[in-house]
């Protein structure tokens, strides 16, 4: 745990970085923040259209209620999909203007339409839950149903791990055994550290702590092993993924995830009554647009918890590998190679960032630092 | 509307000094075959064509040449000059022939000169002003119908005499000659020949099937050598199919309006992803339910009421599922298969009794049904293709391609249900659905008794 008061010495980043860095970075992350709040902006709007015009598609439709109520989300999500096209694509010009994404133009559509593919089943399945239920008990849907889609967020947390391609074991000695002596003073069972070969697609620096229970295991991009990171700034990354199950992040995701489905379906059902309710597919462009509302003003309260367990995950690593140095020296990288912007606007902040700042991260080591040498 | 052989009053068939038709297209086939097979030309066939062959290679290579010229004074002159478009019919009903020879979808051996008068015949009208437009880009244009004529018969001529007129470097020739070869109708021709051999006579629905095919791919030679500018029509009603004797138990229902919404079209092939997932999950169901089907229909003679209605609407459910994908219709499909909610369907009949030896063999029986299914399944593709730009750009599906798709997944329907003993009537594979109606025979002249003489 992060002790309560700790405060974190202020870091100018200056101090840290050179000009043309943070130039950089901040000319980069404007482009990316912008590109986003507009296509934010277009997703709303498109689906408040929707809302209007998606019931006519009924006619479209010669299944029974479910059925419609999935061809109308499901087109709803392609119209969404559609427009959005330009904003990623111009956000993927714009990673491979700076080489943060290596794939082609042909992956990146590809691969999109893949992944709109996989949009449309788990809409078809939440429409199947939703509606489904709403035929049986009307508007009261919104109890089993919240409580079915916690379950599929347990289940999809629970299957994760077998559904990331390309993993292959770590076979590199001198972390592993990091890994296992770190596991071994958090109390944890032994956990699979895996390597996923991004090589071909980006060359940014990543990892991930997932599963739950007997799934669980840390996935480190194969560009955390490469050059220019050390084995020791390796080993802080591992000891920041090894940290989230030692907190069980990922159960306490799964919660938080409850306390925001339960009464985020409450509302839908609410908001959907003035067209009958979801047992009515004519209503599901609506559950669609209240759907959009509610998780974009959510976003900066689901960004305050993540940015915690994120310090939290921090907090750990540096207690394991009690290198403070090479744990500024790896967000130092961050910042170089995935041209993150250390210390963004304060709106920017709240709506986007998923961590703690760069900077915050510096700060925190050398806060733990000070601490330490504090203590006698 | 649903498919029955419905009856006509005797008066509408009378042949009539009636003008032709305007909307006939340009390039027809007529077909005269009566299914009369010699087994001992039938025995030989492959050899006996080589000849034709030859001098179709050998003409083909005229033919190249006389299209570019002819392309050239098309565009200039607006029509076809008379002597080219003459000799490009003559070619064009060689083909024919010589095709149908190949296919067993005629009996007598070609003239080698396209002479009129075959069983299956080409008729092609003179020449008439073409948009010039279209001749420009007629090599363009031609590619869908292309696409289509060489899933059924192969490349341009009958492909076998295709790499006379192909840089032979190219590595394409190669390819060319071979299209006939692995074409969907020579396939089926393989078939054929072992049923011809067997019976002395062609099989009824695949003739008709032969047919359809030569006409489409005669027209669309017609349309690539500047015959007409008349795109090649698809629609099955052309060469008017036979009904078959026997009631079929497996019919099509089509109450489709062509209209298709341009959202649901560009996005088709996601939006079928939930209910592949389903047609998988049923499926793995159905097969289970069709090893029981195979005993008990083993046992008792038929099939059981409630599995066959349990594997009849699987069968109807991917008659919808695959009409929706392949654009044959517009709404999405429900998940269930009920019979009349959807605008293309089949009606399958209630459990029959059916014959145990037929039963006992039924999936060796039934290969030969997918390989026919296989062939309509690529035109399907194509149509479904070529269709999908039609329909996003226009709202609509052209007939003919709504046409041959609703036959293509009325085929498959009647496959499956024959494979999961549903019925043990064979599938046919003639769209009879679209042939004319079968006329009536007028009813006896009424003779007044002679009146009884008063003595």
Same mark, same amino acid.
């Given at each position: 745990?992060?002790?309560?008061?700790?405060?974190?010495?202020?870091?100018?980043?200056?101090?840290?970085?050179?000009?043309?860095?943070?130039?950089?970075?901040?000319?980069?992350?404007?482009? #990316?923040?912008?590109?986003?709040?507009?296509?934010? #902006?277009?997703?709303?709007?498109? #689906?408040?259209?929707?809302?209007?015009?998606?019931? $006519?598609?009924?006619?479209?439709?010669?299944?029974?209620?479910?059925?419609?109520?999935?061809?109308?989300?499901?087109?709803?999500?392609?119209?969404?999909?559609?427009?959005?096209?330009?904003?990623?694509?111009?956000?993927?010009?714009?990673?491979?203007?700076?080489?943060?994404?290596?794939?082609?133009?042909?992956?990146?559509?590809?691969?999109?339409?893949?992944?709109?593919?996989?949009?449309?089943?788990?809409?078809?399945?939440?429409?199947?839950?939703?509606?489904?239920?709403?035929? #049986?008990?009307?508007?009261?849907?919104?109890?089993?149903?919240?409580?079915?889609?916690?379950?599929?967020?347990?289940?999809?947390?629970?299957?994760?791990? =077998?559904?990331?391609?390309?993993?292959?074991?770590?076979?590199?000695?001198?972390?592993?055994?990091?890994?296992?002596?770190?596991?071994?003073?958090?109390?944890?069972?032994?956990?699979?550290? $895996?390597?996923?070969?991004?090589?071909?697609?980006?060359?940014?620096?990543?990892?991930?702590?997932?599963?739950?229970?007997?799934?669980?295991? !840390?996935?480190?991009?194969?560009?955390?092993?490469?050059?220019?990171?050390?084995?020791?700034?390796?080993?802080?990354?591992?000891?920041?993924?090894?940290?989230?199950?030692?907190? $069980?992040?990922?159960? $306490?995701?799964?919660?938080?995830?409850?306390?925001?489905?339960?009464?985020?379906?409450?509302?839908?059902?609410?908001?959907?009554?003035?067209?009958?309710?979801?047992?009515?597919?004519?209503?599901?462009?609506?559950?669609?647009?209240?759907?959009?509302?509610?998780?974009?003003?959510?976003?900066?309260?689901?960004?305050?918890?993540?940015?915690?367990?994120?310090?939290?995950?921090?907090? !750990?690593?540096?207690?394991?590998?009690?290198?403070?140095?090479?744990?500024?020296?790896?967000?130092?990288?961050?910042?170089?190679?995935?041209?993150?912007?250390?210390?963004?606007?304060?709106?920017? =902040?709240?709506?986007?960032?998923?961590?703690?700042?760069?900077?915050?991260?510096?700060?925190?080591?050398?806060?733990?630092?000070?601490?330490?040498?504090?203590?006698? | 509307?649903?498919?029955?052989?419905?009856?006509?009053? +005797?008066?509408?068939?009378? %042949?009539?000094?009636?003008?032709?038709?305007?909307?006939?297209?340009?390039?027809?086939?007529?077909?005269?075959?009566?299914?009369?097979?010699?087994?001992?030309?039938?025995?030989?066939?492959?050899?006996?064509?080589?000849?034709?062959?030859?001098?179709?290679?050998?003409?083909?290579?005229?033919?190249?040449?006389?299209?570019?010229?002819?392309?050239?004074?098309?565009?200039?002159?607006?029509?076809?000059?008379?002597?080219?478009?003459?000799?490009?019919?003559?070619?064009?009903?060689?083909?024919?022939?010589?095709?149908?020879?190949?296919?067993?979808?005629?009996?007598?051996?070609?003239?080698?000169?396209?002479?009129?008068?075959? %069983?299956?015949?080409?008729?092609?009208?003179?020449?008439?002003?073409?948009?010039?437009?279209?001749?420009?880009?007629?090599?363009?244009?031609?590619?869908?119908?292309?696409?289509?004529?060489?899933?059924?018969?192969?490349?341009?001529?009958?492909?076998?005499?295709?790499?006379?007129?192909?840089?032979?470097?190219?590595?394409?020739?190669?390819?060319?000659?071979?299209?006939?070869?692995?074409?969907?109708?020579?396939?089926?021709?393989?078939?054929?020949?072992?049923?011809? &051999?067997?019976?002395?006579?062609?099989?009824?629905?695949?003739?008709?099937?032969?047919?359809?095919?030569?006409?489409?791919?005669?027209?669309?030679?017609?349309?690539?050598?500047?015959?007409?500018?008349?795109?090649?029509?698809?629609?099955?009603?052309?060469? +008017?199919?036979?009904? +078959?004797?026997?009631?079929?138990?497996?019919?099509?229902?089509?109450?489709?309006?062509? @209209?298709?919404?341009?959202?649901?079209?560009?996005? @088709? &092939?996601?939006?079928?992803?939930?209910?592949?997932?389903?047609?998988?999950?049923?499926?793995?169901?159905?097969?289970?339910?069709?090893?029981?089907?195979?005993?008990?229909?083993?046992?008792?003679?038929?099939?059981?009421?409630?599995?066959?209605?349990?594997?009849?609407?699987?069968?109807?459910?991917?008659?919808?599922?695959?009409?929706?994908?392949?654009?044959?219709?517009?709404?999405?499909?429900?998940?269930?298969?009920?019979?009349?909610?959807?605008?293309?369907?089949?009606?399958?009949?209630?459990?029959?009794?059916?014959?145990?030896?037929?039963?006992?063999?039924?999936?060796?029986?039934?290969? %030969?049904?997918?390989?026919?299914?296989?062939? &309509?399944?690529?035109?399907?593709?194509?149509?479904?293709?070529?269709?999908?730009?039609?329909? &996003?750009?226009?709202?609509?599906?052209?007939?003919?391609?709504?046409?041959?798709?609703?036959?293509?997944?009325? *085929?498959?329907?009647?496959?499956?249900? *024959?494979?999961?003993?549903?019925?043990?009537? *064979?599938?046919?594979?003639?769209?009879?659905?679209?042939? +004319?109606?079968?006329?009536?025979?007028? %009813?006896?002249?009424?003779?007044?008794?002679?009146?009884?003489?008063?003595?």
């Amino acid at each position: 745990m992060i002790p309560d008061g700790l405060e974190l010495p202020d870091v100018k980043e200056t101090s840290l970085f050179p000009t043309s860095t943070l130039s950089q970075a901040e000319s980069y992350e404007r482009f #990316v923040r912008w590109d986003f709040v507009l296509a934010q #902006v277009v997703v709303i709007a498109v #689906v408040a259209v929707y809302a209007r015009i998606g019931p $006519k598609f009924v006619r479209e439709s010669a299944a029974g209620p479910i059925g419609t109520g999935m061809l109308l989300a499901m087109l709803g999500l392609g119209l969404v999909w559609l427009l959005q096209l330009p904003f990623g694509l111009a956000e993927f010009w714009w990673q491979r203007r700076h080489d943060v994404t290596l794939a082609s133009y042909q992956e990146w559509i590809v691969n999109g339409w893949f992944g709109l593919g996989a949009e449309f089943l788990f809409v078809c399945l939440a429409i199947l839950i939703v509606v489904g239920i709403a035929q #049986v008990i009307g508007d009261w849907w919104w109890l089993p149903g919240g409580a079915a889609f916690v379950a599929l967020a347990a289940l999809f947390s629970f299957v994760l791990p =077998y559904l990331i391609p390309g993993q292959e074991p770590l076979r590199r000695p001198a972390l592993q055994a990091s890994a296992n002596s770190y596991e071994h003073q958090l109390g944890l069972d032994d956990i699979p550290i $895996k390597v996923q070969d991004v090589g071909g697609e980006t060359t940014a620096p990543n990892a991930e702590a997932v599963g739950l229970g007997p799934t669980r295991r !840390v996935i480190l991009w194969s560009t955390v092993l490469r050059r220019p990171f050390t084995l020791d700034e390796q080993q802080v990354v591992v000891a920041h993924e090894l940290g989230h199950h030692a907190r $069980k992040h990922i159960v $306490k995701g799964v919660a938080w995830y409850a306390l925001f489905a339960i009464p985020g379906a409450f509302l839908i059902s609410r908001i959907t009554r003035r067209r009958g309710g979801m047992r009515n597919p004519e209503a599901v462009p609506l559950g669609l647009l209240a759907l959009v509302v509610l998780s974009t003003l959510a976003l900066p309260l689901q960004n305050v918890i993540t940015r915690h367990m994120e310090a939290e995950a921090d907090w !750990v690593a540096l207690t394991l590998t009690q290198d403070p140095q090479d744990a500024e020296g790896l967000f130092k990288r961050f910042t170089y190679a995935a041209h993150a912007d250390p210390s963004p606007p304060t709106w920017s =902040y709240i709506l986007l960032e998923t961590h703690p700042t760069g900077l915050q991260r510096i700060e925190m080591a050398r806060a733990w630092r000070a601490r330490e040498q504090s203590t006698p | 509307m649903v498919f029955e052989p419905p009856p006509i009053e +005797p008066s509408s068939l009378e %042949p009539a000094d009636q003008p032709p038709d305007p909307n006939r297209h340009p390039i027809r086939v007529v077909v005269t075959d009566d299914l009369h097979r010699s087994r001992l030309t039938v025995g030989f066939r492959l050899l006996l064509s080589i000849p034709l062959w030859i001098w179709l290679v050998i003409w083909s290579i005229g033919v190249f040449f006389a299209a570019i010229v002819n392309w050239f004074l098309t565009l200039i002159k607006g029509r076809s000059p008379l002597s080219l478009h003459d000799f490009f019919a003559s070619y064009i009903r060689f083909t024919t022939h010589l095709h149908a020879y190949f296919f067993f979808a005629a009996d007598p051996y070609p003239t080698f000169t396209g002479k009129p008068g075959y %069983p299956v015949d080409v008729e092609i009208d003179p020449p008439e002003r073409q948009n010039r437009w279209k001749t420009l880009f007629r090599i363009v244009l031609v590619i869908p119908a292309a696409a289509i004529a060489g899933a059924l018969v192969g490349a341009p001529g009958g492909g076998g005499n295709s790499s006379s007129y192909d840089d032979q470097s190219s590595g394409t020739s190669s390819w060319e000659s071979g299209a006939t070869f692995v074409s969907g109708l020579f396939v089926l021709s393989v078939l054929v020949w072992f049923a011809c &051999l067997a019976r002395g006579r062609a099989p009824h629905g695949m003739r008709d099937l032969f047919a359809y095919g030569l006409r489409y791919a005669a027209q669309t030679w017609g349309y690539l050598f500047l015959l007409t500018d008349r795109y090649p029509n698809s629609d099955p009603t052309e060469p +008017p199919a036979d009904i +078959p004797e026997e009631p079929r138990p497996v019919r099509l229902a089509v109450n489709d309006d062509l @209209r298709r919404s341009r959202l649901t079209v560009f996005f @088709r &092939l996601l939006l079928f992803l939930v209910h592949l997932f389903w047609l998988v999950l049923w499926g793995i169901a159905v097969f289970f339910a069709s090893i029981a089907n195979w005993f008990a229909t083993l046992a008792i003679g038929r099939s059981p009421r409630l599995l066959h209605r349990f594997i009849a609407a699987y069968v109807q459910y991917i008659v919808h599922v695959y009409a929706y994908v392949f654009l044959i219709a517009n709404p999405f499909p429900g998940f269930v298969g009920a019979p009349g909610t959807y605008p293309i369907e089949v009606e399958i009949d209630g459990p029959e009794r059916q014959h145990r030896l037929k039963t006992l063999a039924r999936l060796f029986l039934a290969l %030969p049904a997918f390989l026919i299914s296989g062939t &309509l399944n690529a035109v399907l593709f194509f149509v479904a293709f070529f269709g999908w730009f039609v329909g &996003l750009f226009l709202g609509r599906m052209p007939l003919g391609f709504r046409n041959v798709g609703a036959w293509a997944l009325r *085929y498959g329907a009647e496959t499956n249900a *024959y494979l999961f003993l549903l019925t043990d009537v *064979y599938p046919y594979s003639g769209p009879w659905e679209f042939a +004319p109606p079968r006329p009536v025979p007028p %009813p006896p002249e009424f003779e007044p008794e002679p009146e009884p003489a008063f003595t």
